[in-house]
């Protein structure tokens, strides 16, 4: 098992990685259960695959699960699911001190997150992700949110878990476009600071795709060590630190907008493309060399993520991908930083571009032909 800290000043904890975590997830929480009955978060399609491994474990252990499943997909991500979710724990009588599990992808990690966050002022959660993307990315730094008719992750809370329990047997049970899409957060590590892992991937990732267990848990544990560095430097991202994290996630939320967040479109595709735009645009303004740009975009291409415009079809033009960009998280004063590259494992966050360039960039792309 390989055990990653995270290393937050006020409230740290750790990652567990390793197979066969759901069937021990009472001895893995242990001293976290304090209660007979347990809530438990998930969506229909993880209660459906892993449900019943989870229920054993509880009830062999002595405790009493209370699931509420329910529907897969961004839209759960809503007011109405949030509400409602509250409810239903306030029924359960769930204290400040009791945990809640979140067993799912990074939309159910980030509702049972927000969820922890507002009710009763802050209670307890723990993250037990079952897709790559959740693994690697969402499950870790205590960014929680939903989603609203204005953008994506607009309304939310930084509050972290307890622990996380990333369960690598989980991924056998993901369909491959599930997988691929995880995996686009996993590169994202390389190209923010790490060059060598870059290489590591651009060697080892269909292997890994393929299911290398070895591969796999390095993958993935290397990962999150790269977020928990980032994330116990600027929690609240603050310094500017934690935002190369987004890297991909301005271009990718606006295609997730304009694709009305539906399976059109899956998150990590979003950002998969979204780095590819973000090197493109980097080569545009002479950044780096457009050979570079078009390794990164290679390397996306063949694992299978998506690598151009055209080919998601959509009726659309650069400013209007661009309204979409005016939500951002990262606007400040009316201006939006954008995540840019100098080359691979070079990313940095530039307040100077000019959305009027973008825009012309992407209808650019829009009738890219190769």
Partial sequence: MAVIPVNIASRPYEVRVAAGLLAELVPNCRGKLR?????????????????????????????????????????TKSWEELAATVNWLLALEVERG??????????????????????????????????LLAQV??????????????????????????????????????????????????????????????????????KMIAGDGALREYAVAHSVASKARIVAEDEF????????????????HALEAETGFSQRLLHGEAVALGMVLAARYSARRELMPRATAEHIARHIAEIGLPASLPALGMDCEGAGLVRHMLH??????????????KGIGQTYLDKQVSLDDVAAFLDEELTRTA
């Fill in 328 to 341: 951002d998280k990262k606007m400040n004063a009316g201006t939006l930083p954008f995540l840019l590259l």
């Fill in 98 to 131: 009791d945990h809640i599990i979140a067993l799912g992808g990074g939309v159910i990690g980030d509702l049972t997150g927000f969820c922890a966050s507002v009710l009763k002022r802050g209670c307890q959660f723990i993250q037990v992700p079952t897709t």
């Fill in 237 to 252: 991202e603050t310094t500017g630190r934690r935002a190369l994290l987004n890297l991909g996630h301005t271009f990718g």
């Fill in 137 to 206: 990315d969402s499950s870790v730094g205590g960014k929680t949110a939903i989603n609203t008719p204005a953008g994506k992750n607009l309304v939310g809370a930084f509050h972290q878990p307890s622990l996380v329990l990333a369960d690598l047997s989980a991924l056998d049970t993901l369909p491959e476009r599930e997988l691929l899409a995880g995996y686009a957060e996993v590169v994202k590590y390389g190209l923010i600071d790490d060059a060598d892992f870059f290489a590591w991937c651009d060697a080892n990732a269909a």
């Fill in 35 to 75: 209660k007979r009955g347990v809530p438990i978060i998930t969506d229909a399609n993880v209660h459906a695959a892993w449900g019943a491994v989870v229920e054993a474990s509880l009830r062999d252990n002595g405790h009493e699960p209370h699931w509420r499943i329910l529907p897969p997909g961004e839209k």
